[in-house]
């Protein structure tokens, strides 16, 4: 029933560690999105995908590499976790031509970096 | 300069009364979409609202209205007869045009909190 769901919707790991986050959506839409929402409420855009094709990557370390095996599926993957990645990260899907491009955002899940 | 600015930290509004959360948008591209999200202190984003930049009314969606002022690139959201559980943060944004790349994302606000007072 749920239409875009991550997992988890917790982490606590420690500084170092590597960890994914995984993404799905069943509303049969095309694009694909992560975004990090940082401690002051503030939300941007990390990485879309369109139809399994990266199309934004912005300005986003590489350390976080997203994976998209197919249209209903986005995750994203951060290796060597620094304090500063604690924040919520969404997940959001969007049909690029239909609904007015509307995104529908997962739960999101809270990265806390010890 | 910021693509979005909500100039309101924070607002309070009693019960049953309107109430307007502020926008403000700055775009050189002809095509363009706004839209308001509501995220309660649960954390999920919800979709509340959307108008794009050629539409001719104002976009409305129940108790939500959307006051749009495309030559003063303002973009409000009125709530009318607020609720209890229309408390929380509101974030306005924007979709700017449909080439390259900039379709593909939302520009958010730094967002309102609201908060209603019974």
């Known amino acids: 029933d749920t239409a875009v769901s991550q997992t988890p919707k917790y982490l606590v790991t420690q500084m170092g560690n590597d960890k994914s986050i995984k993404c799905e959506q069943n509303l049969g839409h095309d694009t694909m999105y992560w975004y990090k929402q940082d401690s002051k409420k503030f939300l941007k855009i990390m990485f879309s995908?369109?139809?399994?094709?990266?199309?934004i990557n912005e300005t986003v370390p590489n350390r976080f590499s997203p994976k998209s095996p197919d249209k209903a599926h986005l995750n994203l993957h951060i290796n060597s976790l620094e304090l500063g990645d604690s924040a919520v990260y969404f997940c959001a899907s969007s049909h690029r031509l239909a609904g007015h491009g509307t995104q529908y955002f997962g739960p999101g899940t809270r990265l806390t970096v010890l | 300069a910021q693509k979005i600015t909500q100039t309101q930290p924070g607002m309070f509004v009693q019960e049953k009364e309107a109430v307007t959360l502020d926008c403000t948008y700055d775009?050189?591209?002809?095509?363009?979409?706004l839209f308001w999200y509501k995220q309660p202190s649960s954390g999920e984003m919800i979709f509340l609202i959307y108008q794009g930049s050629y539409d001719q009314q104002n976009a409305t969606e129940g108790r939500y209205s959307l006051n749009f002022q495309k030559a003063r690139k303002s973009a409000n959201l009125v709530i009318s007869a607020s609720q209890l559980g229309d408390s929380a943060m509101y974030f306005c944004?924007?979709?700017?045009?449909?080439?390259?790349?900039?379709?593909?994302?939302?520009?958010f606000g730094k967002g309102t909190l609201l908060t209603v007072n019974p």
């Open positions: 944004a924007m979709r700017e045009g449909y080439s390259g790349g900039s379709n593909y994302k939302l520009t």
């Open positions: 775009t050189s591209d002809p095509s363009y979409g």
């Open positions: 995908y369109n139809n399994k094709e990266l199309i």
